[in-house]
Every structure is written in structure tokens, then in C-alpha cells.
């Protein structure tokens, strides 16, 4: 299955100049069945790629630009009535899909934030009376914009959790924006084509669940978790002050499936602790809660995941 991985990175390099590490965050939550949320100012190609990556895979895509004034209704649905009919009939909303981007999340006030939580966990969405399923596979890539303050609404630690990843998207390289400059002004960005279907994602998915992982890989994995919810037991003492919750346990489940899944775009068979630490950033931004003292003395989860990671034994 590598050479569909090439192709798929083929084809959205059309279209996307460099961001790897998002474009592979993006294929381990489609491998891993996982919901992502990518952070990074505009004019990154977080959108863009996004329905590149619906494009190359053939895949259902919609997307939904999310605004103070949404309602729950325009994402999951609502009932009609029907006047030849006399009755209400249902129209399914935008997140009926294959990849649903949820453009600018934090714009959205906590109601319509919530009406993603049925779907993001349990794959299935309630109009009326009724409860639907949601097709597999089904994801939800949210994108959220970290330097606007007014008009946007803090995603809920619960909402948070429920995305297996957060993918921090930075700027390009001097050489890969002059790039991107030529292919706008010369209008020389590729035509996608499909290199892939629903049934070869399957059959990858199914491939990297088979990428083995030792009992000292899958130990490694919970002793970093747990670090982050006693540090003082790792020799970390000052942490305590700065964690006012560690990562939960879908951290844990997160960070084992995600490890094989980078392991197998690798074209490994096996996880290692470099696997680990490349993918443990994106697992546990998202999920450590830091303390009002850590946010006043400048402290980043990031930096505290590095040193969770220089301090948990490598196995």
C-alpha cells in the first residue's frame, strides 16, 4: 500500500506546497478513524488541503463555515414539513459526509460546538425523534484561528478531548512560499485526480493495525500519560504546579493507535520510541490543562511535553 501513500501525497502536493506534517496528521486520523483540529493563522492551506485530501480519496466532503449565528440545526438537520404530505419529513444536514470541515470552530458559541459531540464520538446524529448513522468513514477536521480574540468562543475541555490530534500548522520555508508564489501568479497549480478509494483506505487501516507494538513500547506509552498527571512521581516537581489536569485516557488509546499509523506512513512494521516522540506533541496539546500559574509565567504545553518526554525512561 506504500505506493497509494505516495500517490495520495502526490496529489495533494499538487495543490499544497510543503506542510507535511499536517498532511500526515491528516491520513492518521483518516487511518485511525480520528477526528483532527488544525490551529494556525490564515493563508496556510488548512482548507485547501483539507479538500485536496476529499479529492484524491474520492470521498464525500462538505464544509461548514462556522459564525456566531449558527444554529445547531445547520449542521446535523432538521425536520420540514411537507404540506402535499402533511407531515415533517427529514433534511439531513452537512454533517452526513465522509470529511466534514468544520472551518473556523471557535467562531461558534458552546451550543453548536456541542451538537458535534454525538457525532464526533458516537457516529450517529439525533433529529427530532430519530437517530441516524453516520456513514464510515467519517471525519471531522476542525480548523481554528489562535491569534483572533473577539467573537470567538474557547472550545470546551470535554469537545477537545474528543479529537485524537491537534495539529499545529506553522509558516512555510523561505523557498517553499516563493514557490507558492509562482504557481498562484502563473496559475500553475495540478488538476487533482482520484488516487485512491474508501475501499483502499480500509485495507490501509487495516494494514497499520497489524504494525506491532513491544509490551515496553505499549508501557512507554502509558508512563508518558501518566507523567503528565504525576510529575512529581517522574522527577518532575516544578510540572505539578503548571498541570492542573494531565491528559486523560483517550490520550492513551490516541497515542497507540496514532504511533502505528505514523509507523506504517513510514514504512515500518514496528513502533518505536522515535514514533512516539514524533507524534506526542499533537496527542497531548490539546489535552493538558495548564494551571493559572503556568499560563502566567508563559508556560506552554508543548514545553512541558518535552520534558515529560526527557524524563520518562526510553525504552
Known amino acids: 500500500m506504500s505506493e497509494i501513500i505516495n500517490a495520495i501525497k502526490t496529489e495533494v502536493g499538487k495543490v499544497v506546497v510543503g506542510q507535511e506534517k499536517m498532511i500526515e496528521g491528516l491520513l492518521t486520523g483518516l487511518i485511525c478513524r480520528g477526528h483532527i483540529l488544525l490551529e494556525g493563522v490564515p493563508g496556510l492551506a488548512k482548507t485547501t488541503t483539507v479538500n485536496a485530501l476529499a479529492k484524491t480519496l474520492g470521498l464525500d466532503f462538505k464544509r461548514v463555515q462556522f459564525t456566531p449565528d449558527l444554529l445547531p440545526s445547520d449542521i446535523v438537520g432538521t425536520e420540514i414539513y411537507d404540506p402535499s404530505r402533511n407531515a415533517f419529513k427529514i433534511k439531513k444536514g452537512p454533517i452526513f459526509t465522509n470529511l466534514l470541515l468544520a472551518d473556523e470552530i471557535n467562531r461558534a458559541p458552546a451550543k453548536v460546538q456541542s451538537a458535534l459531540l454525538e457525532a464526533m464520538q458516537e457516529r450517529q446524529a439525533t433529529i427530532g425523534d430519530e437517530s441516524f448513522k453516520i456513514d464510515l468513514p467519517f471525519l471531522v477536521m476542525a480548523t481554528q484561528n489562535p491569534v483572533e480574540q473577539e467573537g470567538v468562543y474557547a472550545l470546551p475541555e470535554a ?38 478509494s474508501a475501499d483502499d483506505l480500509e485495507q490501509i487501516r487495516k494494514e497499520a493495525m497489524q504494525v506491532h507494538l513491544d509490551k515496553e513500547i505499549e508501557a512507554y506509552i502509558v508512563e508518558l500519560v501518566f507523567a503528565t498527571r504525576e510529575p512529581q512521581k517522574y522527577g518532575l516537581d516544578t510540572l505539578k504546579n503548571y498541570i492542573e489536569f494531565g491528559a486523560s485516557p483517550r490520550a492513551t488509546i490516541d497515542l497507540y493507535k496514532a504511533s502505528r499509523a505514523i509507523a506504517y506512513l513510514k514504512g515500518k512494521d514496528y513502533v518505536s520510541p522515535i514514533e512516539i516522540a514524533y507524534i506526542a506533541k499533537e496527542i497531548l496539546r490539546h489535552r493538558i490543562i495548564l494551571s493559572y500559574e503556568a499560563e502566567a509565567e508563559g508556560i506552554r504545553q508543548d514545553q512541558i511535553i518535552e520534558q515529560v518526554l526527557a524524563a520518562v525512561p526510553i525504552p
Do not use: P, W
Open 159 to 196: 469537545q477537545l478531548d474528543r479529537f485524537m490530534m491537534k495539529v499545529v500548522v506553522g509558516y512555510n520555508t523561505k523557498d517553499e512560499e516563493l514557490e507558492i508564489a509562482r504557481r498562484v501568479a502563473n496559475e500553475g497549480f495540478g488538476t487533482i485526480v482520484q488516487a485512491a
